[in-house]
């Protein structure tokens, strides 16, 4: 497995495009993460049914958030894709987020080429409001059982904004 810090750039995010790595396929239940000083993904943790992820989750490569773990994303697919995998992917919005008190970014992501929906995917409002509530509702509880509370959705930010925090997380993972 490569170190994907050293050999993926952030991607072109200013027109809207970032490379992004799977850590988590939609529907896992692994909480599988990126170990930065290892060049490895790691089991953390294994979490129950109810909790499995209703989207794909990754980071973009160097970069970090002010949780100090590289910028999160959600990758929107019809179909899990597997941990390890990366692809450039169009920005769509952000899902601002707070984890025990720390900023915790999720930048909404789709494949750049997705000829399944034609591309017709340029919004977050593209994939409807049931879409953003399940997502809240996942990020809400997903912690309840062992750390009840500790999570909030903030809410959520359109393209500029998603690239304003990419910017900073670029430049924090430079120093």
Same mark, same amino acid.
């Given at each position: ?6 050999? %993926? ?7 809207? *495009? ?7 396929? !939609? ?39 002010? &949780?100090?773990? =590289?910028? &999160? ?13 990366? %692809?450039?992917? $169009? ?7 707070? &984890?025990?008190? =720390?900023?915790?970014? $999720? ?6 080429? &997705? ?11 593209? %994939? ?13 509880? +997903? !912690?309840?059982? +062992? ?13 500029? =904004?998603?690239? *304003? ?8 993972? !430079?120093?």
């Amino acid at each position: 497995m490569p170190d994907f810090n050293k050999v %993926l750039e952030p991607g072109d995010y200013q027109n809207g *495009k970032v490379n992004t790595v799977v850590e988590i396929p !939609k529907g896992s239940t692994l909480k599988i993460e990126w170990d930065r000083q290892r060049a490895a993904f790691v089991l953390d943790r294994v979490e129950p049914a109810i909790f499995a992820k209703p989207v794909n989750y990754g980071f973009i490569p160097q970069t970090l958030d002010e &949780d100090g773990d =590289e910028l &999160d994303t959600l990758i929107v697919t019809e179909k899990p894709l597997e941990t390890g995998v990366w %692809l450039e992917a $169009k920005i769509i919005g952000i899902m601002n987020f707070e &984890d025990q008190g =720390e900023a915790d970014h $999720k930048v909404v992501v789709v494949p750049a080429d &997705d000829r399944h929906t034609n591309d017709s995917i340029n919004s977050l409002e593209d %994939l409807g409001s049931r879409w953003k509530e399940q997502i809240e509702h996942h990020f809400s509880h +997903y !912690k309840d059982l +062992y750390k009840p509370g500790s999570t909030k959705v903030l809410g959520w930010g359109n393209v500029e =904004e998603a690239k *304003k925090v990419i910017e900073q997380s670029i430049a924090r993972a !430079k120093k």
